[in-house]
């Protein structure tokens, strides 16, 4: 078994490596120019952002060709995944994809501006974690053919939803999601910045960099937040974020991170 995983704090990646076999980060892949994958069965691990799959793994599906007998994918998310099932299946349809299995699972929700981080990780144990990975990993052991529906209120939600944010700025829909329309401008970097480049290591599409010691954003910000929950010396501030709590998967260590998106 292969699967492919996006991670930006390691929930994604805690829930590829629960499957055994060989995982691969889909950073390095697109990285390497690696598209094409054959296993008997292959799987998906990524994060919804925006109750939808997220463009840069759309972009990973769009070029990716999957050569098995099972494909699964898992999304893993925080507080919502409205029609995320739903979004994945028409981007399966338009890349030819043809999913056996697709699920989501409900973690710590890692969107700084609308979420208090301490409150997210006290709070993770109701969300049950353990109880519905192991529920999911049984079925993917038993190649069992199952799609999550979206429900017409999922449905119905999400389309506002993504309507709404289309058309608002960044810092209208702060408290929500957006991407790629100027975030990067939303992020300072503190004093306390000893430059020891982390956030240019975590950051899965290269956009930062040290220059002269300093942290520079490029405009290709995927608003992952792995340079900003993961910096060691917890010196990124993201404008509007709900405190200064940061947080990453307590079963993934820093490296792993690195080693994924670097
Ligand atoms: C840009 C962004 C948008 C997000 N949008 C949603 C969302 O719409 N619904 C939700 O429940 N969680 C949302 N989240 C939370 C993540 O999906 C969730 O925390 C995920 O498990 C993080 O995975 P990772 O640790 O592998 O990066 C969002 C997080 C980010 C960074």
Not at 20 to 33: A, L, R, V
Not at 131 to 152: E, P
């Amino acid at each position: 078994m292969k699967t492919l995983y996006f991670t930006a704090t390691g929930n994604s990646l805690s829930i590829a490596k629960s499957f055994g076999g060989e995982h691969y980060s889909i950073p390095q892949m697109i990285k390497e120019g690696t598209y094409d994958f054959t296993d008997m069965k292959i799987g998906i691990v990524f994060p919804i952002y925006g109750l939808s799959v997220p463009p840069y793994v759309i972009e990973f599906l769009t070029k990716a060709t999957f050569n098995c007998d099972y494909l699964f994918a898992i999304m893993t998310y925080g507080m919502y995944d409205g029609a995320s099932t739903n979004h994945l299946l028409t981007i399966a349809r338009q890349t030819g994809k043809n999913f056996n299995y697709i699920n989501t699972i409900k973690m710590v929700d890692t969107w700084l501006p609308r979420f208090e981080m301490k409150k997210q990780i006290d709070t993770a144990p109701k969300k049950q974690i353990e109880k519905h990975l192991a529920s999911i990993v049984s079925d993917i052991n038993d190649s069992k053919k199952w799609i999550q529906k979206d429900t017409m209120v999922d449905k119905l939600i999400t389309n506002k939803f993504l309507k709404a944010a289309k058309q608002a700025s960044y810092k209208e829909v702060l408290g929500s999601y957006i991407i790629g329309q100027g975030i990067e401008t939303f992020f300072t970097v503190e004093d306390s910045c000893n430059q020891c480049g982390t956030c240019s290591k975590v950051c899965p599409v290269n956009n930062v960099r040290l220059d002269h010691g300093k942290v520079q954003y490029g405009d290709q910000c995927i608003g992952c937040l792995a340079c900003t929950q993961n910096c060691p010396q917890n010196a990124i501030r993201l404008n509007g974020e709900k405190s200064k709590i940061r947080f990453r998967n307590p079963n993934i260590a820093l490296k792993e991170i690195i080693e994924a998106n670097n």
